[in-house]
């Protein structure tokens, strides 16, 4: 599947995340967590496909994307800033293995929580968030990608943690085996994780030794750019 799908609005939700509002094709599906490969309908950018997550539900008349910019590099996330209202992107196939399976602790690293956005807006709309949490781990506080939000719907249930900046309302350091026990007291319920690879395997490993089963983890890696 390929199709063309217009950019109704876009703006930056952080100083390096953009969100996207497109239209969308019909009889289009997926599932809260699932994700697409993008690419700009430009004629040098066409093939340059690179994966996103939708963070719209199923059931809106639109597609949303909450997308994280890197400058530095010279890819696709580096176009995306120049798009504005009436560009065009290309939407493909439908994939991803992070589905919501029932309550437990979501884990993530910078953009890695991007797929849990549907989830969890799927999750208010449905009014089944109780039981579930999310640890989220950042470089510096302006990184935290729609953190008002998740306040509102998981309360104390959202807890943040940060590497390169030390502030009063969040803890500080990464996510390891020591901080998944103070904040974790059952390793047999669900864990969902996603992030940049080098952070997936140390957090699975710790979740292993802390005795998560296997069958228990459901992830999806994170690739730059």
């Given at each position: 599947?390929?199709?063309?799908?217009?950019?109704?609005?876009?703006?930056?939700?952080?100083?390096?995340?953009?969100?996207?509002?497109?239209?969308?094709?019909?009889?289009?599906?997926?599932?809260?967590?699932?994700?697409?490969?993008?690419?700009?309908?430009?004629?040098?950018?066409?093939?340059?496909?690179?994966?996103?997550?939708?963070?719209?539900?199923?059931?809106?008349?639109?597609?949303?994307?909450?997308?994280?910019?890197?400058?530095?590099?010279?890819?696709?996330?580096?176009?995306?800033?120049?798009?504005?209202?009436?560009?065009?992107?290309?939407?493909?196939?439908?994939?991803?293995?992070?589905?919501?399976?029932?309550?437990?602790?979501?884990?993530?690293?910078?953009?890695?929580?991007?797929?849990?956005?549907?989830?969890?807006?799927?999750?208010?709309?449905?009014?089944?968030?109780?039981?579930?949490?999310?640890?989220?781990?950042?470089?510096?506080?302006?990184?935290?990608?729609?953190?008002?939000?998740?306040?509102?719907?998981?309360?104390?249930?959202?807890?943040?943690?940060?590497?390169?900046?030390?502030?009063?309302?969040?803890?500080?350091?990464?996510?390891?085996?020591?901080?998944?026990?103070?904040?974790?007291?059952?390793?047999?319920?669900?864990?969902?994780?996603c992030g940049p690879p080098e952070f997936m395997e140390v957090v699975e490993k710790a979740l292993k030794e802390l005795g998560m089963p296997r069958?228990?983890?459901?992830?999806?890696?994170?690739?730059?750019?």
């Open positions: 599947m390929k199709e063309e799908i217009t950019i109704k609005h876009s703006e930056f939700i952080t100083h390096n995340v953009i969100h996207f509002v497109a239209d969308k094709p019909e009889d289009f599906e997926f599932t809260p967590g699932q994700a697409t490969e993008l690419s700009i309908a430009r004629d040098a950018w066409e093939d340059e496909k690179r994966p996103f997550t939708f963070t719209s539900l199923p059931g809106q008349e639109e597609l949303e994307f909450t997308i994280k910019v890197y400058p530095s590099l010279d890819g696709v996330t580096k176009e995306l800033p120049g798009l504005a209202r009436g560009d065009t992107l290309i939407v493909r196939d439908v994939w991803g293995t992070i589905n919501y399976k029932g309550p437990g602790v979501f884990i993530a690293g910078g953009a890695g929580v991007t797929p849990f956005i549907a989830i969890m807006k799927d999750l208010a709309e449905k009014g089944k968030l109780q039981g579930n949490k999310l640890l989220f781990a950042n470089k510096t506080s302006r990184d935290i990608i729609l953190e008002e939000q998740f306040e509102e719907w998981l309360g104390d249930d959202f807890i943040n943690i940060l590497s390169r900046e030390e502030t009063e309302k969040h803890a500080f350091g990464h996510i390891d085996k020591k901080f998944l026990r103070e904040h974790i007291d059952d390793f047999y319920q669900y864990f969902y994780l069958e228990k983890l459901v992830k999806e890696g994170l690739e730059d750019e």
